[in-house]
Each structure stands twice: as structure tokens, then as C-alpha cells.
């Protein structure tokens, strides 16, 4: 990938957040001009401070039509993460998530044909399947979203659709099953499960386990979504608005990856039990055939490596504000 990327003009929407802030290091790495356009409502430039002399930083929102020119300015390809990312937040805000995501992609979409952008590459979510018991997924499962954000997650991949169709943009959907990593937020109400695993165990509190802990999730590092995304940004030959689920392609119950954890940290696993939530559905996992074939994506980092990347990266986070 180091070849087509060097020297190519490529913007990063949300490029300072968990996952934007990990692809803009991976595209900084292999010799991409990147500019990132982000308002900081949940990202930290701290995320790019590794990359800060090597980026175009465009603060603002992609509600805005001026960040949006100034951040375009000659890309080829962009990578449209910016989004309003809580689910549950979404039901209690439908309007504020509908603002960003769905308005938001589609007046991206709109600049990306006025700046001659060739690609773009949208972070989609597994968010879209809903409360569907398939498993594993496949991309041509219904789309069948249960909160706004979900629905507006479809709406960006039927957006790119049509784009593609009326104005030849060519598009990927990368729909992101539940990743993880170093900087991923842990503090919200909406923490990601692992995130709050992490805080909990190395702040000596019980993790919470919402229902019998049997519910199953396919946990992504972020290291293979940002290979998943890099791929796509530079797949020879575009076919229509292509659609791919990132994943590792396994099922992890809950109650083990806390236990992983526990075992990694040498705690002892005495975990909290709550009442299920309601809404949560009980299993989910990718089937990550269509972008192994198209895109020849191989997850490379196991499970277990990322979570001990991450449970260092959350110790030396905590070590480093103690001191
Ligand atoms: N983390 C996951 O497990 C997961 C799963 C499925 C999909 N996704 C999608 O991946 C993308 C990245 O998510 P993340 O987990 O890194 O979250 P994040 O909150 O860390 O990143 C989102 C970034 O977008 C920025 N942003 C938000 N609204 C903006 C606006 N109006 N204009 C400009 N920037 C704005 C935020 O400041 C932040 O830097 C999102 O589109 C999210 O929906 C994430």
C-alpha cells in the first residue's frame, strides 16, 4: 500500500477520534498528504500528537460549508468518519444525530463532487442490522436499524449509493462491528464495553456485566479496521457502491473478553451482574468473507493482542495524569 499512497492528497473526517486518529498515524506512515476535518466534540488533538507537524488540522464541522471547502482542497480520496457516534445518546437526541450523520454525509458528498474528490470511503456501522438474530452477518442481510443512529448509518450508505449512481463517485461502506484500542474514550455513559472493562479494572472497581454476559459481540481491534479502511481507499477498480463488514469474523461472548482482561491484568474476575438492557440484541458477528475477496483484508492483530495494547495504553494513560 506504501506506493499508492505516497504523495496522495487524502482528508480524514473525525480524523481526530479513536479510530480517525489510528488511520491518520497508518496514512501519515505510508507517505499520504492528510488533512483532517474535525470539530473536537469527542476527539482530542492529543490523539494526533505523534503526527501534529505532518497533518493539516481544518477545525470545524462538517455541518459547515467553508471547513468543508478548506479541508477538500485537492484530495483524492476521503475518509468520512465525522459522525454523532452514540447509539443509545441517539434515541434520548434523535435530531442532533440526524444533523450530523445523515445532513452531515450528504453535504460531504456534495462538496466531494464540487472538489473532484475521486473516492470516498464511509464508515458505516453493524448498527444497521439491528435486532436481527442472524449470525453471522452477512452484507446482504436486511438492513433493519433499531435507533436513529443506526438508521442514520444507513442512511450514509444509501447516500454514497445514489452518489455513485448520479455523479460516478466511487464508494465504500465499511460497516464497523464493535472495535477497540488505545484512545478510545472510556469515560462517556456510552462507553464501548471494553473501554469500560479496562477503567473499571484499573481503577479496582467490579466490572459490570449487563445480563448473563452470554451475549456475543465481534470485537475488532482497531489496527485491522484502519487496514480494512486503507484498502478501500486504494482497491483497484471501483464496482457500483460497494458495502463490506469489518470484523474479525468470531463471536465473543461478553463475561469471557472481562475475564481475558482480568486474566491479562492477574485480577481475579468478580464481576458485577445487572439486569439485561433492554434493546441489546443477544448475538452479532461479522461475515467478513466479501472483504477478505474484494478487499484482501485479513484481520492481522488476534483478540488478544489488542487487548493487551489496549489495557497498557489505558495504564500508561493513568500513570502519566498520576504523575
Ligand atoms: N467505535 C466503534 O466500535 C464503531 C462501530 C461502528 C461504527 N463506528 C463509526 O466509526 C466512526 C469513528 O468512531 P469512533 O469510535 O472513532 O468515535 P469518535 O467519537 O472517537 O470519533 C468521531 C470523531 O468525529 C468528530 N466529529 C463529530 N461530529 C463532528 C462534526 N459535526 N464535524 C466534524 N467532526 C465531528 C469527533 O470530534 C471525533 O473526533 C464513526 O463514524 C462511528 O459511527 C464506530
Redesign the pocket.
Known sequence: MKTSYQGMRVCV????????SHLVDALVDVGASVTV???????SLSNLAGVQDRVRFVR????DEESRRRALDEAAVVFH?????SAPGSVKEPMACHR?NTE?TLAMLESCVAAGVRRVVF?????VYGDSEVTPKRESEPILPCSVYAQS?AAGEHLLRVWNHVHGLETFSLR?????GPR??ASSAYA?AIAAFASALLEGRPVTIFGDGGQTRDFVPVANVVQCLMRAGVRRGASGSEVFNVGMGRAQAIRDVAAIMAGILGRRFDPVWASPRPGDVRHSCADVGAARRSLGYEPQVSLEEGLRETLAWYQSTRAAAAA
Open positions: 473526517t473525525g480524523g481526530a477520534g479513536f479510530i480517525g476535518l474535525d470539530d473536537l466534540s469527542t476527539g470545524g464541522s462538517i455541518l468518519l465525522a459522525a454523532y457516534v450530523v452531515g464508515a458505516s456501522s453493524a448498527a448509518k464497523f462491528f464493535n472495535v477497540f478510545q474514550l464501548a
